[in-house]
């Protein structure tokens, strides 16, 4: 037999999520995200709602096209979670060809209970019931964060076509328990944080 040539193997522990929220019908932005989800090599793509409509209280984001935002999520219909922000409606759920709509959503990622929702009903100032140990993602303020608050960890990706609080516009990057928050613009890590594993939800 020949010699055994060393390979090197890399083992993916878990799936890799990219987290988004408030694109507010700006193409060119959701252009941008969609290629660093394809950089990340990201498994699925979480919206965290506001995906059209750039709504009352905003200026129009940079290139605004609603209808452009709608096809190119479109492609990625089977690799989208969403949950409904205020901004979206049913008209835009005629666009979209993956559910927008419902006011929140569950997942159990690497033994965790995570709670998604946009941010305007539930959030660190008026929590969700759920265990402590959970994760709950929002976004609505525009601004990112990760903080813990009586055993929960909210995390807020931002937004990536409306920043606020002098924040980038910002998406975060979820792999084995690590958010990796980063600079839409450039890809660039800016900030990290890490869930305790001691604090692993009891499902």
Not at 14 to 40: C, K, P, Q, T
Not at 49 to 64: E, F, K, V
Not at 104 to 118: N, P, S
Request: overall charge negative; charged content about 25%.
């Amino acid at each position: 037999m020949g010699k055994k040539i060393a390979r090197k193997e890399v083992v993916k522990l878990g799936m890799r999520y990219l987290i988004a929220s408030d694109i507010h019908g700006s193409l060119g932005y959701v252009e941008l995200l969609l290629d660093r989800f394809n950089e990340e090599k990201a498994d699925m793509l979480i919206l965290l709602g506001d995906i059209l409509y750039h709504g009352p209280r905003n200026d129009l984001p940079a290139y605004y096209n609603p209808t452009g935002v709608a096809v190119k999520l479109n492609e990625y219909k089977d690799k989208i979670i969403c949950v409904r922000g205020n901004c979206d409606a049913e008209v835009d759920q005629m666009m979209l060809q993956f559910p927008i709509l419902c006011d929140f959503g569950v997942m159990e990622i690497d033994g965790r209970f995570f709670y998604l929702t946009h941010g305007h009903k539930y959030s660190i100032k008026n929590p969700p019931a759920v265990r402590k140990g959970s994760v709950v993602l929002s976004g609505h303020t525009h601004v990112p964060m990760a903080k813990e608050s009586d055993g929960i960890y909210y995390i807020n990706p931002g937004s990536i076509s409306l920043p606020k609080g002098d924040s980038y516009p910002s998406y975060i990057v979820l792999e084995n328990g690590k958010f990796w928050f980063k600079d839409l613009l450039t890809g660039i890590e800016y900030d990290d944080f890490d869930l305790p594993t001691e604090t692993k939800t009891d499902l």
